[in-house]
C-alpha cells in the first residue's frame, strides 16, 4: 500500500496534519501510531481528538490503557499499550466491541498488542529528528489509502 514520508517542524505542524486528516476518519476505522518515547504519538491523537470536535480535557491513556470519547454518531477510543507486557492482558478491554463502523481507535505502541488488536487502515511512525520530527504515513487498507490521499499536508511536503 502507499506510503507518504513528511517533516513536522513542530506542535503546529503535528495539530495542522491531525486537522486535515480529521475529516477523512469520522467514518471510523484504526489508526497505529508507532515511535519512540517523546516521539509524539500522544501529541497527534490529541489533536486528531480535538480536531474531531472533542471539547475539554483530552487525558493520555498511559495509565488508564483506553480514554474514549464521542463526537456526534463517531466513538474514539485512543488507546496507549506502552505498559503491556503480554497481549492477553488486553482480553479484558474488549476491544471486539470497541470495532464498528462509527469508531475510530487511535493505538500508540500497536507491536504490544499483538494479534489481540484489529488490523490498522493506517499507520503512522513519528521518529525524533534534528529540528521536530519525521513522520511516515503508510495505508494498511484501502480505507486507510483513501485516507491518505484525501489528506492534502501529506503530499505538499509541508
Not at 30 to 59: N, S
Not at 66 to 86: C, K
Not at 126 to 138: E, I, K, M
Amino acid at each position: 500500500m502507499a506510503e507518504v514520508g513528511l517533516h513536522l517542524a513542530d506542535e503546529d505542524a503535528v495539530a495542522l496534519l491531525a486537522a486535515e486528516l480529521a475529516p477523512q476518519v469520522r467514518g471510523g476505522g484504526v489508526i497505529y501510531l508507532r515511535g519512540d518515547l517523546g516521539a509524539g504519538k500522544t501529541t497527534f491523537a490529541r489533536a486528531l481528538i480535538a480536531a474531531l470536535g472533542v471539547q475539554g480535557r483530552i487525558k493520555s491513556p498511559t495509565y488508564s490503557l483506553i480514554e474514549s470519547y464521542r463526537v456526534g454518531g463517531l466513538a474514539i477510543h485512543h488507546l496507549d499499550l506502552y505498559r503491556i507486557a503480554d497481549p492477553g492482558e488486553l482480553e479484558w478491554l474488549g476491544l471486539d466491541e470497541l470495532q464498528d463502523e462509527a469508531s475510530l481507535i487511535l493505538i500508540e505502541w500497536p507491536e504490544r498488542g499483538g494479534d489481540a488488536l484489529p488490523a490498522a487502515d493506517l499507520a503512522l511512525n513519528l521518529a525524533h529528528a534534528d529540528v521536530g520530527r519525521t513522520l511516515f504515513a503508510r495505508a494498511a487498507s484501502a480505507r486507510g489509502g483513501a485516507w491518505l490521499a484525501g489528506t492534502s499536508v501529506l503530499h505538499s511536503g509541508a
